[in-house]
């Protein structure tokens, strides 16, 4: 059945959308509002637009440069849009999982990295319209479940763009070639084993996300540079990376990762260590208590 459009001064944006999507598994959160665009026949980013409208959301909350974080306010204007819970909407971004690694209410995107690129997998946009959160984690150039390798530029040189203007979703803004027609590469498979192992990690730091868990795991490898006595090291991709040996400050998730990767230091390794950890770990307990409040408070959407 062919979908009518539906404008935005529609009545049906004040209450619900037209036609409603949920999310996917490991659905990133554009993903999610393209294929909002989508079903409904609108142009790629209406939805986008529109909530951020809404809500008045400020450029200097970083939600158009990366979607790693997404105001909680965008959030809940999307549930209550979509009739979804916040929880859903919340494992569509990473920030519940950094909030509770970094102790914090307010996490940043900064915690995972500092740039991220916006590249697809071809066969994942054929299957499901989907965009993954998987693939916006640092170091990750190949689709853990097709193994091809992402695609950052359509077939006419074009960088693509998650809501360019007057273009269709899922579609290249200059040619409007559909991304699911992108070429499939197949990756090599040094790389795609090194993936599988940064995955691991990711899923490992996740899985236990709790501060003291980033302070072993940064003190393991501070006590394993020391031992080398060097400050500089070779991490797997080639280039050098400099270690900080005696300031405590926390590091970004992907650096971690990378540095525990290349000082062959496992998950296992960080688990059972018992040594001295940095003093911005030690916390007093009302701290924490409030800490897991804040985070409870994410997930039910409380207090927002």
């Not at 071809?122 to 853990?144: Q, Y």
Request: hydrophobic letters at 40%; one cysteine or more; proline letters at 6%.
């Amino acid at each position: 059945m062919q979908l009518q459009p539906i404008h935005i001064y529609d009545s049906a944006w004040s209450s619900t959308f037209p036609h409603l999507v949920a999310p996917q598994c490991d659905e990133w959160f554009p993903g999610l509002l393209l294929r909002c665009d989508e079903v409904n026949d609108w142009d790629s980013g209406t939805t986008m637009v529109h909530i951020i409208r809404s809500v008045k959301a400020s450029r200097s909350t970083g939600v158009r440069s990366n979607w790693v974080i997404v105001p909680l306010s965008v959030l809940e204007l999307l549930a209550q849009l979509l009739a979804l819970p916040m929880s859903s909407l919340l494992a569509t971004t990473y920030q519940l999982e950094l909030a509770r690694l970094y102790d914090t209410s307010s996490p940043h995107a900064t915690f995972l990295r500092r740039s991220f690129p916006f590249h697809l997998c071809s066969d994942c946009i054929t299957e499901g319209r989907l965009l993954k959160r998987t693939l916006t984690l640092p170091h990750i150039t190949c689709c853990p479940s097709h193994q091809v390798t992402l695609v950052g530029t359509c077939q006419c040189g074009t960088p693509l763009q998650l809501f360019p203007r007057q273009s269709l979703p899922f579609t290249c803004q200059k040619c409007c070639f559909d991304w699911a027609n992108l070429p499939r590469l197949a990756s090599e498979p040094e790389r795609i084993a090194l993936e599988e192992k940064l995955l691991s990690y990711y899923v490992f730091f996740f899985d236990n996300a709790r501060p003291t868990i980033i302070a072993k795991a940064q003190q393991l490898v501070r006590d394993s540079m020391k031992r080398k006595k060097v400050d500089h090291l070779k991490c797997f991709d080639g280039n050098y990376k400099y270690v900080e040996l005696y300031d405590a400050k926390r590091i970004s998730l992907s650096s971690l990762v990378e540095l525990l990767i290349s000082l062959d230091i496992s998950p296992h390794d960080i688990v059972s260590y018992e040594g001295p950890l940095p003093w911005w770990s030690v916390k007093n307990r009302d701290d924490q208590r409030g800490a897991r409040d804040n985070n409870n408070e994410l997930l039910t959407g409380e207090g927002l």
